[in-house]
């Protein structure tokens, strides 16, 4: 988000423990990791963690799975993605046709 030049961001998450992790005290041993986040949360101007059902957010879901599963270190969204993305997008905005 910070190389995409991004001031204000929304993190979501389907996990309630993360995002309780964010706002209250995590558990002790995910505090290095939860402590190097917030560093990187507070170089933007206005940040905020929501919580979002699964079902509601299948597309960030599915490229957060290919990324790490294909060990993708570049962004592929800005080029295109890969060809099931648009039909996942459609289908999740409810504008597909099919």
């Given at each position: ?6 001031d ?7 996990s ?9 005290n ?22 905020d963690?929501d ?9 960030a ?13 570049q962004?592929y969204?800005g ?10 997008i ?9």
């Amino acid at each position: 988000m910070a190389n995409l030049r991004v001031d204000k961001a929304i993190f979501e998450s389907s996990s309630p423990y993360l995002r309780e992790a964010f706002l209250v005290n995590p558990a002790p041993g995910l505090n290095p990791l939860i402590n190097m986040i917030m560093l990187r949360f507070h170089g933007f101007s206005e940040w905020d963690t929501d919580l979002v059902l699964f079902e509601s957010n299948k597309v960030a879901a599915f490229i957060a799975n290919s990324v790490t599963r294909d060990h993708r270190l570049q962004s592929y969204i800005g080029s295109g993605g890969p060809s099931w993305l648009q039909t996942l997008i459609l289908q999740e905005s409810g504008l597909d046709s099919s």
